[in-house]
């Protein structure tokens, strides 16, 4: 386990380093970030690299225990760079260049900015490339933005040509007789600027997503070419985020990261372990959070304080969703520039913030349980599957304003996470043997590869849920030629014969053991049948007159034991909970822990030869509560954190962690 934080030693001077490093060393940290952003420290004229300070700064850490990760400085270029050479700066949708002294100013689709930034790296590289006190990289800082450069546009077009081959192709897979937007030379494609043709919205992504990775690489190979093997790479990402696949773009990397923020307000675990999953499905292994929040933030509307207190539930909450390592953004607060009111370690006045005290603690909390947490990792039965492509669409064409995608995976999600059942957050393409049951939420995009991939894993017994906006598209964005879900109506055994946008809600009945009646919101889509077996578990009432009595829920039961759960409507809470039940019970899910107060999570991790299981219990509340013991967590167990003995039920204190281990 690793403990750290973001430091920038190039604020400060050098007299003042010692006395940071030892005031880590007081917390328990054993990694330290630093050099991002610090180009023009690096390189303050074109061409003259000055990188002695920072292997003293690399020397002072390690002398003190610290492990370093270099970032490159990538997202911050220098004034001489950018004056010099302003064709490295983004341009705006509005035509106008991104000004210099923010971030994230340069442009990946700037040859120049992309030969700079080759160039300070390789610099970086071949010094640090070999330094045993270097244990990995981080690639520039939270990419993804568009340029909208006539540059861009370009390379957007010869993207274009390499995906199509030819304009016929191009033409037919955007139908774009539509409005006349048929295109007989490649130069005559726009970039889109606010909403277009929904296949060249889509393809721009795509070529967004392939810029970035171009981007990327290019600092991997520069990196790679210098580094020992030992050394990992990663970038740190930001959950949702969505301007790039992010599933392409970690193909390339070592290891995933991602920054965590609350922003205003608190936590909210049945949402945040969703992000924490998104972030381990990307390369399907445990992952950093790169930076957190010691407190607060500076950017949100209201930059509120967490509790005492939540800080440390949330890290161990990120450890159980499968973090290996938690840096806090930031070491100290700048003398000036944006980020003064951000929250930090440290104070103006050179000495520790009220908040410093809970890292210390979370600190020596990690110090005690990093061993028995070694090579331990997530294990669950169910995958929710989550496709850029797809968000993009929806989000492209919405058709209501409150379909979200993501709080409609939360709609998945909330309800398992409430009941001790984890899930995977994966792409479609996964492997998807082994898993209990597949939920696709709004899987819009269905590509050929996706097809067959769930049409097997039904064939195999799986459990498949297929939701609202289900298989309209193919991959270029178009309509399927037959109603949703498209290709997978056969293995539903169903189709949609309309779909509704709600200003209003219906009332859905449904069947599952026992009878409900409840209301759908924001979507429903009127089912039709289209095989015997299929069996119709829940109608709408009396509504629209479209809806009235038709079937709202269906379930295809396949030979291989599995099925498809059709789902036509985005159903409230109750209706949402009974059918998380029904799975429950169809697919015999594992709950860790039964009956456990609201607000506490009980979750896992596991050592690869199953020889022993890391319990975590987190009080997620400011309340008290009694977790009685049983099976798996039998009594006398002994909190690995607290060195407590437990003998009859586990007292929760408020925002309590414990940590038990089961062999
Ligand atoms: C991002 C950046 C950091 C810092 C924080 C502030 O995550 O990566 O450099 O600006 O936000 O919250």
């Given at each position: 386990m690793y403990f750290g934080n973001a430091w920038y030693p190039e604020h400060w001077p050098e007299e003042r380093w010692p006395e940071d490093v030892r005031l880590m060393r007081d917390l328990g940290m054993n990694v330290c970030r630093i050099a991002e952003f610090a180009w023009s420290t690096m390189e303050p004229i074109e061409g003259h690299y000055r990188l002695d300070w920072l292997e003293r700064a690399v020397d002072l850490l390690h002398r003190n225990g610290i492990a370093v990760v270099l970032g490159t400085p990538t997202a911050a270029p220098p004034a001489w760079l950018t004056h010099r050479y302003p064709e490295t700066l983004t341009i705006l949708p509005n035509g106008r260049p991104m000004q210099h002294g923010n971030r994230c100013h340069g442009s990946p689709n700037s040859p120049v900015f992309v030969k700079y930034s080759r160039l300070i790296v390789e610099q970086m590289a071949r010094r640090?490339?070999?330094?045993?006190?270097?244990?990995g990289w981080q690639i520039d800082n939270e990419y993804g933005h568009a340029d909208y450069s006539e540059e861009a546009r370009r390379q957007f077009h010869a993207f274009l040509k390499e995906r199509y081959g030819s304009l016929e192709a191009l033409n037919e897979a955007w139908a774009t007789a539509y409005w006349s937007q048929s295109y007989d030379n490649w130069e005559e494609i726009p970039l889109p600027i606010?909403?277009?043709?929904p296949g060249l919205m889509l393809d721009f992504r795509r070529f967004v997503t392939h810029t970035w990775r171009r981007f990327q690489k290019v600092q991997v190979d520069t990196i790679r070419a210098y580094a020992r093997p030992e050394q990992w790479i990663t970038s740190n990402y930001m959950g949702w985020y969505e301007d790039f696949d992010h599933y392409l773009l970690a193909e390339d990397l070592d290891m995933v990261s991602w920054d965590w923020y609350i922003g205003t307000g608190h936590h909210d675990y049945l949402t945040t372990g969703a992000l924490h999953d998104l972030t381990r499905g990307l390369k399907r292994r445990n992952f950093w959070v790169m930076e957190t929040q010691p407190g607060s933030v500076n950017w949100a509307s209201v930059n509120n304080v967490l509790y005492r207190g939540e800080a440390r539930v949330m890290a161990f909450h990120a450890v159980a969703h499968g973090a290996d390592a938690l840096l806090y953004w930031q070491w100290r607060a700048a003398p000036?520039?944006?980020?003064?009111?951000h929250g930090c370690l440290i104070g103006a006045d050179g000495k520790p913030r009220p908040f410093y005290e809970e890292a210390k603690e979370i600190g020596a909390d990690f110090a005690k349980v990093s061993d028995v947490l070694r090579n331990t990792e997530v294990r669950n039965e169910v995958a929710i599957l989550h496709s850029y492509d797809a968000r993009w669409a929806v989000n492209f064409q919405r058709h209501h304003r409150d379909f979200d995608p993501v709080n409609y995976l939360y709609q998945w999600y909330r309800p398992l996470a409430s009941r001790q059942i984890g899930a995977d957050v994966l792409r479609p393409e996964a492997e998807l043997a082994g898993y209990r049951v597949v939920i696709a939420p709004a899987l819009m995009v269905l590509s050929e590869e996706v097809v067959q991939n769930l049409v097997t894993y039904v064939a195999r017994g799986g459990l498949l849920v297929l939701t609202p906006?289900?298989?309209?598209?193919d991959i270029h964005n178009r309509l399927y030629p037959y109603l949703q879900p498209g290709p997978l109506r056969e293995i539903a055994g169903v189709e949609v014969e309309e779909y509704y946008a709600l200003d209003e809600e219906v009332p859905v009945k449904v069947a599952l053991g026992d009878v409900l009646e409840g209301q759908g919101r924001i979507w429903a889509e009127r089912l039709r049948p289209l095989s015997d077996r299929t069996e119709i578990l829940g109608h709408y009432g009396v509504?629209?007159?479209?809806?009235?009595?038709?079937?709202a829920l269906t379930w295809h039961p396949h030979e291989s034991g599995g099925g498809v759960l059709y789902v036509g409507a985005w159903l409230e809470e109750t209706l949402q909970k009974a059918l998380t039940d029904w799975l429950v019970s169809r697919a015999h899910l594992q709950t860790s822990?039964?009956?456990?107060?609201?607000g506490v999570e009980v979750a896992k991790r596991v050592a690869p030869d199953n020889s022993r299981t890391l319990y975590f219990v987190i009080n997620h509340t400011r309340r008290s509560h009694t977790l009685p013991m049983r099976t798996p967590l039998r009594p006398p167990l002994t909190d690995l954190i607290s060195g407590v003995r437990f003998d009859e039920s586990i007292h929760l204190a408020p925002y309590a962690v414990h940590l038990f281990e089961v062999r």
């Open positions: 640090f490339g070999k330094d045993e006190r270097v244990i606010g909403p277009h043709n000036g520039g944006q980020e003064q009111l906006r289900c298989g309209q598209r509504s629209n007159g479209w809806l009235d009595g038709r079937p822990y039964h009956d456990v107060p609201e």
